[in-house]
């Protein structure tokens, strides 16, 4: 369970007054969760992803894991382990040349047994789906596969948490649903708590839980459908909508009634085929 | 094209060779140096020579590739052989025509160098043929550990080495990439001398310069994410242990050396 307590971080600016990134974040994850948390750029998203596994520190305020502060130095380690952190760039995770010695560099740090090393690597490729290219050279994967291979890397780790920050923002549409895929198993099939820090609407309506972040604060904390609703209010902070929501809340301006809670293709058209039939 | 480039040259086939220790074959090919430099007569270095080729069989590395691996060296071999030719003095004057003599000594030093030369990039080049750079770099690292208690840094070396290999396919793309950007608004990099060249090459370092450190920063904060704290405590995935084929080796290079020792010692 992740707890945030009125999380405050300023960067250590080189002239002037520091500059507030995060501003009072008050948070509570469940274990199994699947939160996505939107915002634009500079919105202190990022920001906030490093706080979760002690990369940076709070300037004020308390993050709890599973009840231990990340301010803990002593306890670093074992949050590292706990939470596991994927980034944008694939090219730039990846430690090794060869696809299983890259996913057996985090428990090699931890001083795993090399038995044990072993089956989690073979684990954490089957988890992925990347058992095939265990031997393979890692520079000569697509993005995705890439992006897939730094998955397992973290997942031999064995954590509760995966904080991705925008895994897909250097892939392909490929790569992308490939890797979304892959979320979404972590997440159903493992109990891996996600948190997907995204600025893809269509990827944040996958998640169960959407938080809005803007200027370092949380806008909005709810479920995607309740999110969507608020057109005005993410345009305002520079964020869109889901394709679909955006016809039917342009639909709704003209007068056609339908819900405005429209996240999926198959949702709109049912709304539609409903709305010409009463009519 | 750039990336065209194999690394290292390793050819991943099935073979007794291929699967001897890299620690024991790292110093294996020492001692091999070693022993290369005692060769000075027919059955030394028909000895040497059948070492060698029994190794490059046992190996299955072609011999077309065995020999390509000389082509660089082949500039070296020719002029150390020349210069031995020309320059070494002796007693039996085999031809000579004015300043110019040709010695006995001579023509032997040459062909001695030359052979030496062949033996050593031969026998160096099976190495990195017959090991993976992984496998090269943990035997590095496993072979230096005894040298960490007298402050040499064993596990950063290898560590440094696994990193540079892995990076250097992807700033070659990288290079690649930048090289095509700037061609694409007109810089040219094929034209002029050697400085102007050279010049013509600043704008596409500097970007691959400051990318490579960015690349350094997010590579040090994901290799955080993943508990890297340096050599201590750490287990590896693969386990070198020493087995039947090391210790066959092991006899097979002891039986060697013992032969080159006694043949140079009682000069045959």
Redesign the interface.
């Known amino acids: 369970m992740i707890e945030v307590k009125n999380l405050s971080y300023f960067y250590e600016a080189e002239e002037g007054t520091p500059e507030k990134v995060l501003d009072n974040i008050n948070l509570k994850i469940e274990d199994g969760e699947f939160v996505a948390v939107l915002g634009h750029n500079g919105s202190g998203k990022s920001t906030f992803a490093k706080h979760l ?1 002690a ?1 940076l520190q709070p300037t004020d305020g308390y993050i709890y894991i599973d009840g231990v502060s990340t301010s803990n130095d002593e306890m670093l ?1 074992n949050i ?2 706990k939470v ?2 994927v ?1 944008q ?1 694939p ?8 696809v ?2 890259d996913v ?11 038995e044990e ?2 089956k989690r ?1 073979d684990d954490a490729l089957d988890a992925v789906d990347m058992t095939e290219y265990k031997n393979h ?3 000569m994967l697509s993005g995705g596969q890439k992006q897939r291979v ?1 998955i397992a ?2 997942i031999a ?1 064995k954590p509760s948490i995966i904080v991705m920050d925008e895994p897909t923002a250097m892939l392909d549409p490929i790569g992308r649903r490939e890797v979304m895929k892959t979320i979404e198993h972590l997440n159903s099939k493992y109990n891996i708590t996600i948190i997907l820090i995204t600025h893809n609407m269509d990827e944040a309506v996958k998640a169960k839980r959407v938080v809005v972040i803007d200027s370092g604060k949380i806008l909005i904390d709810n479920t995607p459908k309740n999110v969507f609703k608020n057109v005005d209010m993410l345009h305002k902070i520079g964020l869109d909508v889901p394709q679909v929501t955006m016809l039917a809340y342009k639909l709704r301006e003209n007068g056609v009634n339908i819900s405005d809670d429209i996240l999926t293709v198959d949702e709109c058209t049912q709304e539609i085929y409903n709305y010409v039939n009463k009519g | 094209m750039l990336t065209d480039i194999t690394l290292g040259q390793y050819f991943p086939i099935d073979s007794v060779i291929h699967k001897i220790d890299p620690r024991a074959k790292i110093l294996f090919t020492l001692f091999y140096i070693i022993l290369v430099f005692l060769a000075d007569s027919y059955v030394t270095y028909g000895l040497v020579a059948l070492f060698s080729i029994s190794v490059v069989v046992l190996s299955k590395i072609k011999f077309t590739v065995v020999l390509k691996s000389l082509k660089p060296m082949l500039f070296v071999i020719i002029i150390t052989a020349v210069i031995n030719v020309f320059f070494t003095s002796g007693t039996e004057i085999l031809w000579s025509y004015k300043f110019i003599k040709i010695t006995k000594t001579g023509v032997v030093n040459a062909v001695n160098m030359a052979l030496r030369l062949i033996f050593l990039v031969v026998g160096s080049s099976l190495l990195t043929y017959t090991t993976s750079p992984i496998m090269l770099t943990d035997g590095i690292e496993r072979l230096l550990k005894p040298f960490s208690k007298i402050g040499l840094p064993s596990h950063e070396i290898a560590m440094m080495m696994t990193i540079a290999l892995r990076f250097i396919p992807t700033l070659l793309e990288e290079t690649e990439k930048i090289m095509t950007a700037q061609k694409s608004r007109g810089a040219d990099f094929e034209s002029g001398n050697i400085i102007k060249r050279a010049k013509a090459l600043i704008p596409v370092l500097i970007p691959l310069f400051i990318n490579s450190f960015k690349r350094a920063d997010e590579l040090a904060t994901a290799m955080e994410c993943r508990c890297y704290r340096g050599g201590e405590g750490r287990t590896r995935l693969r386990v070198l242990k020493f087995g039947i084929i090391d210790l066959f080796s092991l006899i097979i290079m002891l039986v060697f050396s013992i032969l080159m020792i006694t043949f140079g010692v009682l000069n045959i």
């Open positions: 596994n990369i380690w590292r382990s596991g952190m980034f760039n090219d730039n995770q990846i430690v090794a040349s060869v299983e010695e057996a560099f985090a428990p090699e740090n931890l001083g795993v047994k090399p090393i072993r690597v050279s890692s520079h730094a890397g973290i780790m």
